[in-house]
């Protein structure tokens, strides 16, 4: 993954980051982050990655839905400031509809229209889902019992849990609040 | 400090009602119901040996009345347990096929049960995926039923249906069924984001042992000849691939690199995919011993070599032992071994050289050389550890500083 231009941009994002930080980031380009052996360079660079990569993570492992044609939304808590990086990358693939991710504490919401991104920051997704009218019951069955058989039948079997989780990892799963699972994998929550 | 309040787009700030307000006129209608779990789960089954690792699409995007997009960097929703990332909704349309594979559950003489999609079914399915963010785009492919032509109008009804009905914008790869007509392929190719036919074994006499009811010749390399040809006047943004069973027929690696160097070269095949020989139970290759994972991984290597590194197939030739098999090695550090002459000095190789070196790759050899236009090359190892270069397996290929590494003392 490559040290993009905007890199400050992403170093704002780390939970971690401080004014200090920026100072000294804004004093490099992206070629010096990106090859420098300079511990402090080397430090921004892994903190921009980490934002990337949370950001990355949370496009592929976020599961929407949605109970009328203008609003999808879907559970989020990243541990990095990536709430908007995620959903501006999902409203501006699906145009006209509105984005909303969160957890218990903030949302947010975003919306492609007419060539512009619209933002809102909220409070916790279920006030913000409350606020908008959603019925009491949103889970949709039906996509997820066909997208757990469509990805059982993809498994050829023989599965390693720690090789599973270097793709799919933990961290990750819980932020997107994900219950994918790699196969023969039990938690305490089985025992219960 | 989030994102949005660090960055420039504070002015479009708006309330939650007013968004609501704007995002009604989206104008999609509702889905309805998405095919049942168990024809999911037995059409899913059907492609789990076709690879397709790609979701990226150069293709641009517009409008705003549109259901999707590609992005840029392809992004994977989930991973099976044997590591392949699941980034397409991959099916068949149907599991009824007249071909005689002797590797395939899905081939005549094997008595499964048999699925289908109506074009609509499949459509919707696919759309409640997509919006459900489970995946980014559709892998179609097929058993050729009774007539391989009708399958084709059906998978080509249902992504016209994605494509014009409910103006999917999502990728779709198509597969293209052996002996399909040209007609069908065209209409494939101006649909799809990228077509395949898969070549299964590297020559006909392979193929005769795999499968001794398809022509490899008209079948399948005048098919391939087809897109080709077509792609001078049709559009087909992530171009043609292909993709062989590896071990099947008991073919060698060189065999395979040959005929895929051939592909590339000749069919304008954009890459190769490569899937090690499992067999199913019920086939009449069930008791054939499976191929080890390791095989399908060093072919993509060479396969890397060839296609991105830039290696002539002269050069990769050391990689391969006398019976023509890679070995668990990687190819690269084989080569190295013997064909470099003397250590390479990273103040004045040039990129042609560095990549020849193993542990440099083609981002790190660029990043060298654009340090050392601006005089900033760093002389010590950790230096170039930091642009990315593996040290520990370059460093004894490496001059650095002017010190003689451990292959010059070799070599004098």
Redesign the interface.
Known sequence: MKVPHNFIEYLKAHRDCTGELCRQAEEMDALDVECSSNPGARGIKRMVREVMNEAHQMKGFVRLSSWDEAVSFGYMKPRHHVGFLVSDFLARRFPQTVILLGNGTESWTSLYVAGQMLHHHGPSLEKVLEHLGAPASLRCEQVEDAWRAYRCSQSAGGGDIRAFHRHMPRRALVSAGSSERAEGETTLQDFF | ???????H?LD?????D???H?????????LG??????K??????G???DVCASSASPRQVQG??????V?R?G?????????????L???LFTNSCQHQCNYCPNAAPCKSPVYSYTPEELAR?TL??Y????IEGLFLTSGAGRDEDLIMDRMLETVRLLRQGHRFQGYVHLKVLPGASLARIQEAMELADRVSINLEAPSPARMGELCPTKDYHNDILLRQRYIRDLMSRVSLPAGQTTQLVVGGAGECDQEIFQRVVQEYREMGVKRAYYSAF?PVPGTPFQSRPPQEPWREHRLYQVDWLYRVYGFAPREIQPAFNEEGFLANCDPKMAIARQSLEGPVDPQQASYQELIRVPGIGP?SAR?II??RACH?L?L?K??L???GVRMKRAGPFLKIGGWNTTLERWFS
Not at chain 2, 76 to 86: D, E, Q, V, Y
């Open positions: 400090m989030s994102f949005i309040q660090a960055g787009s479009a700030m708006v309330s939650l007013k968004m609501i704007l995002a009604d006129g989206s104008g999609f209608d509702s119901p998405v095919a049942d779990a168990e999911v789960a037995a059409l899913g089954r492609t789990r040996h705003h009345q549109r259901l999707g997009n992005a960097s992004i994977c929703h989930a991973f099976t347990h044997s590591g392949r990332c699941i980034s909704f991959k099916t399915t409640s995926l919006r459900g963010n489970y499992t981002v990043r654009a340090l900033r760093g010590r950790k230096d550890s930091a642009l």
